[in-house]
T-cell receptor, first 115, second 110 residues
Framework: DGGITQSPKYLFRKEGQNVTLSCEQNLNHDAMYWYRQDPGQGLRLIYYSQIVNDFQKGDIAEGYSVSREKKESFPLTVTSAQKNPTAFYLCASSPRGSGGLETQYFGPGTRLLVL | GNSVTQMEGPVTLSEEAFLTINCTYT??????LFWYVQYPGEGLQLLLKATKADDKGSNKGFEATYRKETTSFHLEKGSVQVSDSAVYFCAGATGNQFYFGTGTSLTVIP
């Protein structure tokens, strides 16, 4: 089945530690996105990538980093500079890098907790 | 800038009641409009969409009509079930930008 997978489902981070969230898609989509969701709130865009080896900052990129070395994969690293990382992280993809009229499809999410 | 505004929740309904969740948009040009649903602990699932004025999106008994004159895309269902309990997000897409509402929590009680 085609879809988007995220791992792990739960992730624990210690103070000062960098952690990486995985996102893989086999939909052959060009664009991929990372969102952060806090309790009772909407989604905020962290980073997005419209094509391999290129990515752009979203609204809340500080304390996060990404890479896009393969079309299928868009890992997100939460660095120690992110002082309030506890949230639910959602990865999405869309068929064309132009965004706009294209539909975004979401993975199941990773919940990050700070120890 | 481009945005969608949806009614705040939470909304609590009895089973078989009629549901309306309001959503209005502000955008340059004519955005595509979407409704997503999120069940507890899960990602967002596309519920329905409409790409131009007067289009009606529908799925699983839910409907929404793209109204240019009122810049709205209200979600409706004639008879809700307990299994419809979830958070519903209105979203828009314009050019290179995708934007979400803050979500409306729906609880359906038997």
């Amino acid at each position: 089945d085609g879809g988007i997978t995220q791992s792990p489902k739960y992730l624990f981070r210690k103070e000062g530690q960098n952690v990486t969230l995985s996102c893989e898609q086999n939909l052959n989509h060009d664009a991929m996105y990372w969102y952060r969701q806090d309790p009772g709130q909407g989604l905020r865009l962290i980073y997005y990538s419209q094509i391999v080896n290129d990515f752009q900052k979203g609204d809340i990129a500080e304390g996060y980093s990404v890479s896009r070395e393969k079309k299928e994969s868009f890992p997100l690293t939460v660095t120690s500079a992110q002082k309030n990382p506890t949230a639910f992280y959602l990865c999405a993809s869309s068929p064309r890098g132009s965004g706009g009229l294209e539909t975004q499809y979401f993975g199941p999410g990773t919940r990050l907790l700070v120890l | 800038g481009n945005s969608v505004t949806q009614m705040e929740g939470p909304v609590t309904l009895s089973e078989e009641a009629f549901l309306t969740i309001n959503c209005t948009y502000t955008a340059t040009g004519y955005p595509s409009l979407f409704w997503y649903v999120q069940y507890p602990g899960e990602g967002l699932q596309l519920l329905l969409k409409a790409t131009k004025a007067d289009d009606k999106g529908s799925n699983k008994g839910f409907e929404a009509t793209y109204r240019k004159e009122t810049t709205s895309f209200h979600l409706e269902k004639g008879s809700v079930q307990v299994s419809d309990s979830a958070v519903y997000f209105c979203a828009g897409a314009t050019g290179n930008q995708f934007y979400f509402g803050t979500g409306t929590s729906l609880t359906v009680i038997p």
